[in-house]
Structures are given as structure tokens and as C-alpha cells.
């Protein structure tokens, strides 16, 4: 098990930009993830990293705003959002130890963090 931590999440106004961070109690090197919430609704995947730290997917609704990275020297994975939209609020959560082929299905996943909540007003 990895324990994870989320932090960055915050209150913006559209365009803006954030940077979320996922601090892991170890290095990363399966199938990590970033996911989203909002009340009434399923967990939805926002982005993906394959254990080759490089390959990516991405949900359609983010493509070309957010981007997923890793630094596991530092033991974080990273959500970079830029030009957010009020579609975007939701409490974001990160993940590790999904499968690759299958990268948004939240129940693939074995570690969770807390969340953090990310707020955009229009």
C-alpha cells in the first residue's frame, strides 16, 4: 500500500490556472492516476500515467488543459490545470496502482488519497 496526499486544490476564477500535487509514502512506478468528484455523480478518471512514467491519457473534457506528470525523485505526482472551467469543480483525488489498459476504471486502483477541493467561478 502507498499512502497518498493531496494538496493545492483551491478557489479560482475560469482561465486560471492550479497546480495539484500527490505526495506518496513511496515512488511511484505502477499505473497512477487523477480522478474527480462531484456530488450525485460516479468518480470520473481526468488523467492517467502508465508505469513508463511517459505515456498519458486523458479525458476529453481536460485534453489540451491538463497534464499529467511524475517527479519520483520526489515521490509526487502532479496535476497541472490550466484555463479551468466551472465544469471543472469537484474534489480531486489521486491514485495509484491502476492497469494501464484500463485507466480510468476507479476500481482498478489499490491507493487513494484524501482529496482536495478545486473551486472555479465563473
Known amino acids: 500500500q502507498v499512502v497518498l496526499v493531496e494538496s493545492g486544490g483551491g478557489s479560482v476564477q475560469a482561465g486560471e490556472s492550479l497546480r495539484l500535487s500527490c505526495s506518496a509514502s513511496?515512488?511511484?512506478?505502477?499505473?497512477a492516476g487523477w480522478f474527480r468528484q462531484t456530488p450525485g455523480k460516479e468518480r470520473e478518471g481526468v488523467a492517467a500515467?502508465?508505469?513508463?512514467?511517459?505515456?498519458?491519457v486523458y479525458a476529453d473534457s481536460v485534453k489540451g488543459r491538463f497534464t499529467i506528470s511524475l517527479d519520483n525523485a520526489k515521490k509526487t505526482l502532479y496535476l497541472q490545470m490550466n484555463n479551468l472551467k466551472s465544469e471543472d469543480t469537484a474534489i480531486y483525488y489521486c491514485?495509484?496502482?491502476?492497469?494501464?489498459?484500463?485507466?480510468?476504471?476507479?476500481?482498478?486502483?489499490?491507493?487513494w488519497g484524501q482529496g482536495t477541493q478545486v473551486t472555479v467561478s465563473s
Open positions: 513511496k515512488s511511484i512506478y505502477v499505473t
Open positions: 500515467l502508465w508505469p513508463d512514467g511517459a505515456t498519458t
Open positions: 491514485a495509484v496502482g491502476g492497469l494501464r489498459y484500463y485507466p480510468f476504471e476507479a476500481p482498478k486502483y489499490t491507493s
